[in-house]
């Protein structure tokens, strides 16, 4: 089975530029979580999909959104780009997902706001 | 205070070294995991234990549920399992996720 895939991997932004980020989960997973980290707060959850539904959001402001869509691939976008939204930004699939079960993760999109 | 707190942050060892790293949380929990991460950010899932103790390969996972406390411990240590490892907890009634800052080890041959 492929594994999850994330694209662009790699991505260079200006401040109030928007970007949108895919992730293609693991062929019959319905969970989708998305994560940033950076180095001074680490780990950091986002959001979760299942279904086409957001199902958990973290805290973050609302300039960090997503979907997922009938195929269960996902995109999150973050709009109005500021400095410190440089991250590592990480999705994961899972079957059921809430963090019930192995999650797999994809590479990451190294995300820099210039 | 972080809900998750890993010791050491850094840790340094010879090849063939017992290694060990801790992972405190101050919630009830549903799920524990522990996650290893590569240069480049790669992450793959090692464990996910809610109880006792599991192996795999020279990687082993413990929990003491009552203390709020795992360990990871890796036997035979080499150079190849130098990475960044995380611990994450799913908290009871939450649906998310919550990481420790990582303990990043290096292991010289």
């Known amino acids: 089975k492929a594994g999850v895939t994330q694209t662009p991997r790699y991505l260079i932004k200006t401040r109030g530029q928007q970007v949108t980020l895919s992730c293609s989960p693991i062929?019959?997973?319905?969970?989708v979580s998305w994560y940033q980290q950076t180095p001074g707060q680490g780990l950091q959850f986002l959001f979760e999909?299942?279904?086409?539904?957001?199902?958990n959001k973290g805290n973050f402001p609302g300039r960090f959104s997503g979907r997922q869509f009938s195929n269960s691939r996902s995109e999150m976008n973050v709009s109005t780009l500021e400095l410190g939204d440089s991250a590592l930004y990480l999705c994961?699939?899972?079957?059921?997902?809430?963090?019930?079960?192995?999650?797999?993760f994809g590479p990451g999109t190294r995300l820099l706001v210039l | 205070k972080n809900e998750v707190e890993q010791s050491p942050q850094n840790l340094t060892a010879q090849e063939g070294e017992f290694i060990t790293i801790n992972c405190s949380y101050s919630?009830?929990?549903?799920?524990l995991h522990w996650l290893q991460q590569h240069p480049g950010g790669g992450i793959v899932s090692l464990f996910m234990?809610?109880?006792g103790k599991k192996k795999h390969g020279r990687l082993i996972a413990t929990i003491n549920i009552q203390e709020k406390h795992s360990s990871l411990h890796i036997t035979a240590s080499h150079p190849r399992d130098s990475a960044v490892y995380i611990c994450?907890?799913?908290?009871?009634?939450?649906?998310?996720?919550?990481f420790g800052q990582g303990t990043r080890l290096t292991i010289n041959p």
């Open positions: 994450a907890v799913r908290a009871l009634g939450a649906q998310k996720l919550v």
């Open positions: 999909y299942f279904s086409e539904t957001q199902r």
């Open positions: 919630v009830g929990i549903s799920a």
């Open positions: 234990l809610s109880s």
């Open positions: 062929s019959g997973h319905r969970s």
């Open positions: 994961a699939s899972s079957l059921v997902g809430e963090g019930r079960e192995t999650q797999y």
